[in-house]
């Protein structure tokens, strides 16, 4: 069976999100002191005596309240709650029981799930504060005062969910998941591929840019194999990045790209290529990242003969860069190609892994070499003596020479482009460190 699932609800600005990044040790939910900044479930691992377990952070439950971004809130706390094998409900002892904190008590009870009351804010040292005795009435048994903000009580809370994990057993192997990030701008259809992929409401989607702020995580698992998707908040550009917020999101997203294998990154078909979609996958190429370019919305574009190529062309022509990324046209919303980013991924993952013997490595060095002679200056010519693959993700080749100030760019990119013709390497970026024969690798 996989790891427990520990789901955090509650009202909204009551301490879930600090406290959540108090027991995961870093500062993945974003904080700030303004109610509804956790929009999305946040996943992330964790453990306690020696049980790993998944800890989810949910936006905070307004039962009554009609607005479209929180009664989807509410929704995705449902969903959390669902899939949570135990349920941490956080209240503040400070504001008391609320008719909020009875509401979702109602809705726990129904659940049908082991709950343990959490009553945050209580920031002094000694006996339970006297307010304490007033959760009692929610009848959810002995409720743990705790500080998010001072780390008091917090061990408590942490022994008392691990008693109620279901028996441990062996846990899948990581390394067979595919960690694929979806990046792009603001509004092209990111949370919409994620739900068109699980087939279930999983991020929030809905026509406002920047509704997904955090980046979360999704398993899932089919025929072409296991994933876990990560969907991230869309990169605006920083003239357009005024709140903290904001910021955190952002850098949450490289964050998402740094931990990734594959990253798709959404262009969306209406707008074409904008200088913000090069700087986005220039994030992920720089990062050594598999790289997927996604055209998303191609539902919505009038056809005629030769209009994807046209557009694939246009793709390459401003992403130069990232020629080596397969393109695939698709639309999130009808699920036209989505089921074929499965193999793409698969294949990149697979090139952005490969391993190539040293032997094999020089074989095309020297077919190269024969075919385009090496640079020369000034009457001294660049030799290259061998080459060897010094790691993966991206492929990486160390190329011994005796001068390196011959090695132009240009030959380089010869060079890589004659590694391409012979392992493939497509969607992987491909590096080279140039060394002269008597230097240390």
């Not at 941490?88 to 009875?102: E, N, P, R």
């Not at 695939?328 to 193999?343: D, H, Y």
């Amino acid at each position: 069976m996989s790891k427990p699932v520990v789901a955090i609800v509650g009202k909204p600005n009551v301490g879930k999100s600090r406290f959540f990044n108090y027991v995961i040790g870093q500062r993945i939910s974003i904080v700030e002191d303004v109610p509804g900044v956790t929009r999305d479930r946040v996943y992330a691992d964790t453990s306690w005596k020696d049980r790993e377990f998944s800890l989810i952070d949910t936006g905070g439950i307004e039962p009554e309240s009609d607005d479209i971004i929180i009664s989807q809130m509410r929704n995705q706390a449902n969903i959390a709650i669902s899939v949570a094998d135990v349920i941490i409900f956080m209240t503040d002892i400070k504001q008391g029981v609320t008719s909020s904190d009875q509401d979702i008590a109602l809705m726990l009870k129904k659940s049908n799930k082991p709950i343990v009351l959490v009553c945050n804010k209580a920031d002094n040292i000694g006996e339970p504060p006297p307010e304490i005795y007033e959760f009692y009435n929610l009848g959810l048994g002995n409720p743990y005062p705790v500080s998010a903000a001072n780390a008091l009580g917090i061990g408590d809370v942490l022994d008392a969910i691990y008693d109620f994990f279901p028996p441990k057993d062996d846990f899948e192997d990581d390394k067979e998941i595919i960690k694929v990030a979806i990046i792009g701008k603001p509004n092209v259809g990111k949370s919409s591929l994620i739900n068109k992929i699980l087939n279930e409401n999983r991020a929030i989607v809905s026509n406002i840019a920047g509704t997904t702020r955090d980046a979360i995580d999704s398993d899932f698992e089919n025929e072409f194999g296991k994933y876990t998707f990560i969907d991230t908040a869309g990169i605006r550009k920083k003239s357009k990045v005024n709140e903290s917020i904001e910021k955190f999101s952002i850098m949450r997203t490289l964050l998402a790209i740094e931990r990734s294998d594959v990253c798709l990154v959404l262009i969306d078909a209406n707008e074409g290529v904008t200088d913000q979609d090069a700087k986005i996958l220039g994030e992920a190429h720089e990062a050594g990242k598999g790289i997927i370019i996604v055209v998303n919305k191609w539902d919505e574009i009038d056809k005629e003969t030769g209009t994807l190529e046209k557009f694939k062309k246009e793709v390459y022509n401003k992403l130069s860069y990232a020629s080596y990324a397969p393109v695939i046209f698709i639309s999130a919303k009808t699920g036209q190609r989505v089921n074929k980013l499965f193999e793409l991924i698969n294949n990149v993952n697979d090139q952005n892994s490969l391993r190539v013997s040293t032997a094999v490595v020089n074989e095309v060095i020297n077919e190269a070499v024969a075919v385009v002679q090496p640079p020369s200056d000034k009457g001294k010519r660049l030799k290259i003596y061998y080459g060897t693959q010094a790691t993966t993700k991206p492929p990486t080749f160390v190329i011994f020479c005796n001068n390196k100030e011959l090695f132009h760019f240009s030959y380089q990119r010869y060079l890589i482009n004659c590694f391409r013709n012979n392992f493939g390497l497509e969607g992987t970026p491909v590096r080279l460190i140039i060394r002269e024969k008597k230097s240390d690798i």
